[in-house]
């Protein structure tokens, strides 16, 4: 069965800091892995996804994320963050076996501070 | 404009009282998918339809139903509304192929209140 766990419900960060959240995942077979944003009052957006192929995967926004295996992680970072960053950051996860189900992260609440 | 509508946005019933929201989209994917978000614990998918008549329960179907006759509606039904189904629902959708594999498009949301 797979899983998803976001370490951290909420992140602070000044403008132009890193923005790093983290994310690791359980499955038994290769995962398909993905991260969404949410702004206030609205939908989820989808940021960027891993399928298959190059391991760093460049999003939207400025954000990426690298998919490691060996750590079972795909933790998402963007060097700078600007204001409109603001917003909660949630990972999920499908296994390439089983496409339809949907795994989602317990979701990150970004802040950023002048 | 390609999108997901959900209606009604809010709704506030009463226990017992069967209710429907419905999802619609316009982009003839052949996948959709409801979920529930709560605080602290991320969304929890529902149900999903592969297509026309084809339906799967998620990881908390029970007290929902779902019907998929339509490619592009994908209604979540609740015959007797609980409590602890007040939630912000929403509806996904998504292609099965291409380069928009496994991406889903959200709808805007609707706020259940059950009393």
């Known amino acids: 069965a797979q899983s998803v766990t976001q370490l951290g419900s909420h992140v602070s960060v000044s403008e132009g800091a890193l923005v790093l959240l983290r994310c690791n995942y359980s499955?038994?077979?290769?995962?398909?892995l993905f991260w969404y944003v949410q702004y206030p009052n609205q939908g989820l957006q989808l940021l960027l996804k891993y399928t298959t192929g190059a391991t760093l995967v460049k999003g939207i926004n400025g954000f990426e994320a690298e998919f490691k295996k060996s750590e079972t992680s795909f933790h998402l970072t963007k060097p700078s963050a600007h204001m409109s960053d603001a917003a909660e950051y949630f990972c999920?996860?499908?296994?390439?076996?089983?496409?339809?189900?949907?795994?989602f992260g317990a979701g990150t609440q970004v802040v950023v501070t002048p | 404009e390609a999108q997901v509508t959900q209606n009604p946005r809010y709704l506030i019933t009463v226990t017992g009282k069967k209710l429907t929201v419905t999802c619609s989209q316009n982009?003839?994917?052949?996948?959709m998918s409801w979920y529930r978000q709560d605080p602290g614990l991320g969304l929890r998918q529902i149900y999903y339809?592969?297509?026309?008549?084809?339906?799967d329960k998620g990881d908390v179907p029970e007290g929902y139903k779902v019907s998929r006759k339509e490619k592009r509606n994908f209604p979540l039904i609740l015959e007797s509304p609980s409590p602890n189904q007040t939630s912000l629902y929403f509806c996904?959708?998504?292609?099965?192929?291409?380069?928009?594999?496994?991406?889903?498009?959200f709808g805007p949301g609707t706020r259940l209140t059950v009393l």
């Open positions: 339809s592969m297509n026309v008549e084809v339906t």
């Open positions: 999920a996860v499908s296994e390439s076996d089983s496409w339809g189900k949907f795994q």
């Open positions: 982009m003839n994917h052949e996948y």
């Open positions: 499955s038994s077979v290769p995962p398909y």
């Open positions: 996904a959708s998504s292609f099965l192929g291409g380069s928009s594999y496994n991406e889903q498009f």
